[in-house]
């Protein structure tokens, strides 16, 4: 890796450029930490808990369920399931029977839950016995190829006099009337089936997940990962991280078999939640707290800040809007923070502000890092020590990645250090492409240096020492009478400002320039602001091209289930407007 950007004083001592020993079947993680920690606890819900050797049993039994339902190698099978303690052993249960798990956004309404499903050619899924998701899946299926159907209830993760309580009171949720041939989880776990026989698994060709796409750049798409692809990457983590274990230790790899717990604050359907938090808490043998509904508490996310002062977490891996949830409860000060470790961010940029508030609050450290779903997904990270992260970038390519920046037209020319271009990735983390769609896949890869890269559609460039700094998407660029606008840098100035919770830059139609930007802000609770006093606070701070021509406050912004805001609903916005 001679001549890289990245090989700078500031890489992190020890941490090694290549990687091996990835090309294993994804589902040995947690074969292998039931074997090396049986009676360490994996899943803790509601204070229920479940042992590696005893999810292990049930991912067993999940598999041998799916075999006896004709379920074959590379048969695709649905996950309709928010974060319970069913997911980690219906998404190994998936793999060891040769399955592909199919990912699926819980709060999909049926009509997009109905495109997945037909998209993918599932066969099985697995939803939650809930009035609102069971009947989901009831009509997402018409006119698939689903033939199984498991409805998961809660009832039997919970402790013993929870579980009686909540029956006794009708406090367990329940879809109600099921439909005859539909099979309870509960009932898959009472009999006696085991896993098949080994399935014979390519860990380099045959895909372990589809996961798919948030739409943002059109209809979703599958990102067809094989089990190399996220064992590569759970590696590549593994080797990166080197942190303070306990206060006053030195850095070192983030340490094994139940010493930490992780907070599982983001969704596992989203590649960022399921490989950084769920399959990372497994591949090291370490807790995992299932947290299925983050907003839950009054005030929203409080029993997010409950579940970290309880089961003491310590690592939490979050996108920007839950560390400004974090840092903004109006309740933050009474709960107990300080077990909390190492904190990574990703799925959004991370404005600075937020980054130095959120440390300042909590004592805890925090480092970005950034990958995309197609990347299984990580491709850079800060170091996790503070000496050496740089605020504001997304640090150096992890472990057995190579980047380069391309020009933005063709994505064929490498363009010197320093100059903004199309960010293209190398890696074992790479997919094999967009599942179904070969014209698709052909126009995101190219051939350099008779390496396959794959183009990310974000722009950026390598600053002098060697960190990755994003600019923007490359479709979210504003022209501005022939001046690029990058959105993220006027939020970042935004993000300075102390009423500001939330800041979004989208371009609208502009007479004059073509384009003009336009900030949306959701204020912090309790203040109050004008646009005046915005437009002003903008004029010292930004060329006069990029500031913004008009400011609309919302209560609240639109994201994503993982907390990214969603510039593209503000921009349809504008588009209806305009048409109107």
């Given at each position: 890796?001679?001549?890289?950007?990245?090989e700078?004083?500031?890489?992190?001592?020890?941490?090694?450029?290549e990687?091996?020993?990835y090309?294993?079947?994804?589902?040995?993680?947690?074969?292998?930490?039931?074997?090396?920690?049986?009676?360490?606890?994996?899943?803790?819900?509601?204070?229920?808990?479940r042992?590696?050797?005893?999810?292990?049993?049930?991912?067993?039994?999940?598999?041998?369920?799916?075999?006896?339902?004709?379920?074959?190698?590379?048969?695709?099978?649905?996950?309709?399931?928010?974060?319970?303690?069913?997911?980690?052993?219906?998404?190994?249960?998936?793999?060891?029977?040769?399955?592909?798990?199919?990912?699926?956004?819980?709060?999909?309404?049926?009509?997009?839950?109905?495109?997945?499903?037909?998209?993918?050619?599932?066969?099985?899924?697995?939803?939650?016995?809930?009035?609102?998701?069971?009947?989901?899946?009831?009509?997402?299926?018409?006119?698939?190829?689903?033939?199984t159907?498991?409805?998961?209830?809660?009832?039997?993760?919970?402790?013993?006099?929870?579980?009686?309580?909540?029956?006794?009171?009708?406090?367990?949720?329940?879809?109600?009337?099921?439909?005859?041939?539909?099979?309870?989880?509960?009932?898959?776990?009472?009999?006696?089936?085991?896993?098949?026989?080994?399935?014979?698994?390519?860990?380099?060709?045959?895909?372990?997940?589809?996961?798919?796409?948030?739409?943002?750049?059109?209809?979703?798409?599958?990102?067809a990962?094989?089990?190399a692809?996220?064992?590569?990457?759970?590696?590549?983590?593994?080797?990166?991280?080197?942190?303070?274990?306990?206060?006053?230790?030195?850095?070192?790899?983030?340490?094994?078999?139940?010493?930490?717990?992780y907070?599982?604050?983001?969704?596992?359907?989203?590649?960022?939640?399921?490989?950084?938090?769920?399959?990372?808490?497994?591949?090291?043998?370490?807790r995992?707290?299932?947290?299925?509904?983050?907003?839950?508490?009054?005030?929203?996310?409080?029993?997010v800040?409950?579940?970290?002062?309880?089961?003491?977490?310590?690592?939490?891996?979050?996108?920007?809007?839950?560390?400004?949830?974090?840092?903004?409860?109006?309740?933050?000060?009474?709960?107990?923070?300080?077990?909390?470790?190492?904190?990574?961010?990703?799925?959004?940029?991370?404005?600075?502000?937020?980054?130095?508030?959120?440390?300042?609050?909590?004592?805890?450290?925090?480092?970005?890092?950034?990958?995309?779903?197609?990347?299984?997904?990580?491709?850079?990270?800060?170091?996790?020590?503070?000496?050496?992260?740089?605020?504001?970038?997304?640090?150096?390519?992890?472990?057995?990645?190579?980047?380069?920046?391309?020009?933005?037209?063709?994505?064929?020319?490498?363009?010197?250090?320093?100059?903004?271009?199309?960010?293209?990735?190398?890696?074992?983390?790479?997919?094999?492409?967009?599942?179904?769609?070969p014209?698709?896949?052909?126009?995101?890869?190219?051939?350099?240096?008779?390496?396959?890269?794959?183009?990310?559609?974000?722009?950026?460039?390598?600053?002098?020492?060697?960190?990755?700094?994003?600019?923007?998407?490359?479709?979210?660029?504003?022209?501005?009478?022939?001046?690029?606008?990058?959105?993220?840098?006027?939020?970042e100035?935004?993000?300075?400002?102390?009423?500001?919770?939330?800041?979004?830059?989208?371009?609208?139609p502009?007479?004059?320039?073509?384009?003009?930007?336009?900030?949306?802000?959701?204020?912090?609770?309790?203040?109050?602001?004008?646009?005046?006093?915005?437009?002003?606070?903008?004029?010292?701070?930004?060329?006069?091209?990029?500031?913004?021509?008009?400011?609309?406050?919302?209560?609240?912004?639109?994201?994503?289930?993982?907390?990214?805001?969603?510039?593209?609903?503000?921009?349809?916005?504008?588009?209806?407007?305009?048409?109107?």
């Amino acid at each position: 890796m001679a001549n890289k950007p990245w090989e700078s004083p500031k890489w992190p001592a020890d941490v090694p450029h290549e990687i091996s020993g990835y090309e294993k079947p994804l589902y040995s993680v947690l074969d292998d930490s039931a074997r090396d920690y049986p009676n360490q606890v994996f899943t803790i819900f509601n204070d229920a808990t479940r042992t590696y050797a005893q999810v292990k049993q049930a991912a067993d039994k999940v598999a041998g369920f799916l075999a006896s339902r004709g379920i074959r190698k590379g048969d695709r099978v649905a996950i309709f399931l928010p974060n319970l303690p069913h997911f980690p052993i219906v998404f190994f249960g998936i793999l060891k029977a040769g399955g592909v798990c199919v990912t699926c956004n819980p709060l999909y309404t049926a009509h997009e839950l109905n495109f997945q499903l037909n998209d993918a050619g599932a066969k099985a899924v697995f939803c939650m016995d809930h009035p609102a998701f069971y009947p989901t899946t009831l009509e997402a299926i018409k006119g698939t190829q689903v033939e199984t159907v498991v409805i998961c209830n809660v009832k039997s993760f919970l402790p013993p006099i929870k579980g009686f309580l909540g029956g006794l009171l009708g406090k367990i949720p329940k879809a109600g009337k099921h439909e005859p041939g539909h099979v309870f989880f509960d009932d898959i776990m009472k009999s006696a089936q085991h896993a098949p026989g080994p399935v014979d698994i390519e860990p380099l060709e045959d895909l372990a997940v589809l996961i798919y796409t948030g739409g943002t750049t059109g209809v979703p798409k599958g990102a067809a990962l094989t089990h190399a692809n996220i064992a590569s990457n759970l590696t590549m983590l593994d080797e990166w991280t080197r942190i303070q274990n306990e206060p006053g230790a030195p850095l070192e790899k983030a340490r094994r078999g139940g010493f930490h717990c992780y907070l599982g604050v983001l969704p596992w359907y989203h590649s960022f939640g399921l490989t950084v938090c769920m399959l990372a808490a497994c591949s090291s043998g370490n807790r995992l707290v299932c947290i299925p509904d983050p907003r839950a508490g009054n005030p929203p996310f409080t029993e997010v800040l409950k579940a970290v002062q309880h089961y003491k977490a310590t690592v939490v891996p979050a996108v920007p809007t839950i560390f400004v949830a974090f840092t903004n409860h109006p309740l933050l000060d009474k709960f107990d923070l300080t077990s909390i470790v190492a904190c990574a961010s990703g799925g959004a940029p991370m404005p600075v502000e937020v980054a130095k508030r959120f440390e300042a609050k909590t004592g805890a450290v925090i480092f970005e890092g950034y990958g995309l779903s197609e990347t299984s997904p990580i491709v850079t990270t800060n170091p996790t020590e503070k000496d050496n992260r740089k605020f504001g970038s997304v640090g150096f390519p992890i472990c057995g990645t190579d980047i380069k920046i391309v020009d933005i037209d063709t994505g064929m020319t490498e363009l010197p250090p320093g100059e903004d271009g199309e960010i293209a990735i190398f890696g074992p983390q790479v997919m094999k492409g967009y599942w179904n769609k070969p014209e698709e896949t052909a126009n995101v890869f190219r051939l350099l240096d008779g390496k396959r890269y794959f183009l990310t559609g974000d722009v950026g460039h390598f600053d002098e020492d060697g960190f990755l700094l994003i600019t923007d998407r490359k479709k979210d660029l504003i022209l501005v009478g022939g001046f690029n606008v990058y959105p993220r840098d006027v939020e970042e100035i935004l993000y300075t400002h102390p009423k500001v919770a939330l800041a979004a830059v989208v371009g609208v139609p502009d007479p004059k320039s073509g384009e003009a930007p336009k900030a949306y802000i959701q204020l912090k609770p309790g203040e109050q602001a004008t646009e005046e006093e915005f437009l002003e606070f903008c004029k010292d701070k930004m060329a006069g091209y990029k500031r913004p021509r008009s400011i609309e406050f919302r209560e609240t912004l639109p994201t994503s289930v993982i907390g990214k805001v969603l510039r593209r609903v503000l921009k349809d916005e504008e588009r209806a407007k305009s048409k109107g």
